[in-house]
């Protein structure tokens, strides 16, 4: 009752490896081309600072003088938003 209704000839079983394994490369290739974080690093004089939130993060990115103004508005201050910013400051070397 659990006979096959026929067996595969060589030939097939080969093109159904070389297919299996064509596809496990292509999967393999896209998730290592993907796996990297491929977003530059701000700008010199920028800051980019995720800020927590109730629904999420807002991600604020200033640069010259907004960014100044910014990282002297949140300094001292303790809530994460500001720790955020001011950790981002501190990494571009706004003060």
Do not use: F, W, Y
């Not at 209704?5 to 030939?11: F, G, K, Q, Y």
């Not at 998730?31 to 604020?60: K, T």
């Amino acid at each position: 009752m659990n006979a096959p209704l026929r067996t595969l000839t060589r030939r097939e079983r080969i093109v159904a490896l070389a297919l299996t394994a064509a596809t496990v490369l292509a999967i393999l290739a896209i998730v290592l081309v993907s796996a990297g974080d491929s977003r530059p690093a701000p700008g010199p004089g920028c800051i980019r600072a995720n800020v927590p939130g109730v629904m999420g993060a807002l991600e604020v990115n200033r640069c010259g003088e907004r960014a100044k103004a910014l990282c002297a508005k949140r300094a001292g201050q303790d809530d994460p938003g500001s720790v955020a910013i001011e950790a981002s400051c501190r990494e571009a070397g706004v003060p």
